[in-house]
């Protein structure tokens, strides 16, 4: 099993920029689809985006052209770049990892767009 840590949620301004990190136990980007889901309160968790061992991304409508995933590989970590971010985008970001058929999670990290 692999743990994730996530880190660099917090209040930002509407226009605003943070970057999210997500850091693995141990090396698995080489051999597993990872992303990022949201779930705002009171609404069904949604699915921001996954990255495959390839390379392969694909975005939420909503976020298409404002965020960015990426990989740092001799981390073991992943990062979500959000710019232009809107009060809508507030919810508790949570990371992921498939490995064999099996859907890690890390702990969630809050992101608050808020004037």
């Known amino acids: 099993q692999v743990q994730l840590v996530e880190s660099g949620g917090g209040l930002v301004q509407p226009g605003g920029s943070l970057r999210l990190s997500c850091t693995a136990s141990r090396n698995i980007f080489s051999s597993a689809t990872m992303g990022w889901y949201r779930q705002a309160p009171a609404k069904q968790r949604e699915l921001v985006v996954t990255i495959t061992p390839g390379g392969i991304t694909n975005y939420a409508d909503s976020v298409k052209g404002r965020f960015t995933i990426s990989r740092d590989n001799p981390r073991n970590t992943v990062y979500l770049q959000m710019n232009s971010l809107k009060p809508e985008d507030t919810a508790v970001y949570s990371c992921?990892?498939?490995?064999?058929?099996?859907?890690?999670w890390g702990q969630g990290t809050q992101v608050t767009v808020s004037s």
């Open positions: 992921y990892v498939i490995i064999g058929g099996v859907r890690s």
